[in-house]
Each structure stands twice: as structure tokens, then as C-alpha cells.
């Protein structure tokens, strides 16, 4: 049914990229962890040399340097110390300052070892990577994760749409949601239950199709798209199960 897809859009990358992005943060509290007690017994040193190390570090592999937190504090919906917090699991990834096609696919596949997230990740990247230069820096990282967690309905749906909308020409073709049907059904894999009919992908966008196209012309528009959304209280509901996970 279209609103287990709209969910499923909502919320994998979600689960993919905050996952990654939190394991990398745990890490990163661990060796802090353990930098702290060795502290206790030579505080002095450890800190000098710890500076000295991560300045070095920084300097050697930021390429790119993220714009002041006050900034983006205020471009944004989150708070300064929640943005201190994604930056450092975002920079221990990164450590280049920026996220690649390929890292996008990398976070993707170990998180859904049982399929194919390729595809998925494609599509995902080019969501967010708004400028098309071909990598998203922290700022396109937290503008996206902004709406997504924190934005306006309005805000929200259209980021979906974008998603949906592969060649952003402001329309939705079945072709386009057959695509990222089948990425998101490649991506599950073949271990769901139940087991997914080859032609679930197909039927999927059907009945999208005749949920949301309301002039029957073969699109979907951005109005067609965000007065249907607007009046499903289950795809209102699963826009707001991210709200409060940072």
C-alpha cells in the first residue's frame, strides 16, 4: 500500500545514515573515554598532547571547513550543542569534510547487508546534495536533517517529493516511482515477511497513482502530492516518529 512506501522513504535513510552517524559518535566517546582516565594520572601531558594531535589531524585532512555553528544554529532547527554533536560524528566519518556517493553507499549496504541499497543510496545522495556538485557537505547534511526532523509538514513533503521526483522537472511519473519502488524493495531484500510478489513494486505505484493523481493526466504535482499526504492521518503520523531521536 503507498503508505508503507511513503514511510519506508521516510524513514530508511533515517535508520541508515543516523545509525552510522551514531556508531561513529559512540566510537568517538570511547576513545574520549579513555583519553579522560589516562588524564586523571597525567592530565597535563595527555591534554597537550592530545591538542596538538587532533589540531595536526584537522589540519591535514579538513578539506572542506563547515560554516560557523552560530549560523547554522540560526539556519537551522537545531540547538548549538546538538549541531556540536552531529559534527563530531559527522567529521569522525569524514574526516575530509564532505560525504561522497560512495560513502552513501557504503553506510547503506552494511546496514541492509540482506539486499541491494545501491540504487536507493543513489537517489538518497542526489536528495541531498541539492547543489548536484556531487558530495554533501555538513551543511547540506544538517539543512536536510532540519526539515526531515524538525521542519514543517509542508517542509517535510516537499523534501519527499523531491526524493520522488528523480529528474526534478516538478512532476511524478510512474516510471520515476517505479524506480524508487523497486530501490526500496531491492533493498529489503528477499528475507522480508511476508515475502514480497515480484510485481509488489508495480502494484505499489498503482495505487499511488490512484490515490494521488487526482486529474487522472499520468503525474503526480507537488499540490496533488501534498493534498493527499495532508489528508492521510497514518503518512501525518510517520512524519512525526523522527522528531525527537537527537
Not at 589531524?57 to 556540536?84: C, D, G, I, N, W
Not at 514480497?196 to 507537488?222: C, S, W, Y
Request: net charge negative; charged share 25%; glycine share 6%.
Amino acid at each position: 500500500m503507498v503508505l508503507s512506501g511513503l514511510q519506508l522513504v521516510w524513514g530508511l535513510w533515517l535508520t541508515g545514515l543516523l545509525w552510522r552517524l551514531w556508531r561513529s559518535q559512540l566510537s568517538a566517546g570511547d576513545r574520549l573515554a579513555s583519553a579522560r582516565h589516562s588524564a586523571v594520572q597525567n592530565r597535563e601531558e595527555s591534554f597537550s598532547v592530545r591538542d596538538t594531535v587532533e589540531d595536526e589531524m584537522e589540519m591535514a585532512t579538513v578539506r572542506h571547513r563547515p560554516e560557523a555553528l552560530e549560523l547554522l544554529e540560526a539556519q537551522s532547527k537545531f540547538t548549538k550543542k546538538e549541531l556540536q554533536i552531529l559534527y563530531r560524528g559527522f567529521k569522525n566519518e569524514c574526516p575530509s569534510g564532505v560525504v561522497n556517493e560512495e560513502t552513501f553507499k557504503e553506510i547503506y549496504s552494511q546496514f541492509f547487508p540482506q539486499g541491494d541499497s545501491t540504487t536507493y543510496a543513489h537517489f538518497l545522495f542526489n536528495a541531498f546534495d541539492t547543489d548536484h556538485n556531487g558530495s554533501v557537505s555538513f551543511e547540506d547534511f544538517v539543512m536536510g536533517l532540519s526539515i526531515l526532523l524538525r521542519g514543517t509538514v509542508q517542509e517535510k513533503l516537499n523534501w519527499a517529493f523531491n526524493l520522488y521526483d528523480i529528474n526534478k522537472d516538478g512532476y511524478i511519473t510512474k516510471e520515476e516511482m517505479l524506480d524508487i519502488m523497486k530501490a526500496i524493495y531491492d533493498m529489503m531484500g528477499k528475507c522480508t515477511y511476508p515475502v514480497l510478489k515480484e510485481d509488489a513494486p508495480r502494484q505499489h505505484v498503482e495505487t499511488f497513482f490512484q490515490k494521488m493523481d487526482k486529474n487522472k493526466d499520468g503525474v503526480v504535482t507537488i499540490d496533488e502530492f501534498i493534498e493527499s499526504c495532508q489528508k492521510d492521518e497514518n503518512i501525518m503520523r510517520s512524519m512525526q516518529l523522527f522528531e525527537n531521536v537527537i
